[in-house]
């Protein structure tokens, strides 16, 4: 793997985690609570950016490859995984441990 793969990476780990870690919706609107469709609705769109991302990386370095849906479930199964940590911190950890 080269640099750009490993940056792809990181980039899927942080959207993936980021909606869940702030309270502003795309970082950019404050709300007094964010609801959980907020976090759904930020955690698609960076799943779409990466997947974005992935494409042009890979139209650059040559043809792309087609892809059926069973790819498409599994990456975004891997997705999900990636957003394991914070989703843990803000629904289980974090309210577990305020009081």
């Known amino acids: 793997m080269n640099a750009s793969m490993?940056?792809?990476l990181l980039l899927a780990f942080l959207f993936a985690n980021l909606p869940f870690l702030?309270?502003?919706v795309f970082?950019?609107?404050?709300?007094?609570?964010?609801?959980?469709g907020f976090h759904l609705l930020e955690w698609f769109a960076g799943f779409l950016i990466t997947g974005l991302m992935a494409y042009v990386l890979e139209s650059r370095s040559g043809s792309v490859h087609e892809q059926?849906?069973?790819f498409y479930v599994i990456v975004l199964c891997l997705y999900a995984v990636c957003a394991f940590p914070a989703f843990v911190w803000r629904y289980f950890w974090r309210t577990k441990?305020?009081?």
Do not use: C, D, N, P
């Open 68 to 70: 059926g849906w069973a």
């Open 22 to 24: 702030t309270q502003r």
């Open 27 to 36: 970082g950019i609107w404050r709300v007094a609570k964010k609801h959980f």
């Open 97 to 99: 441990h305020r009081e």
């Open 6 to 8: 490993y940056s792809l």
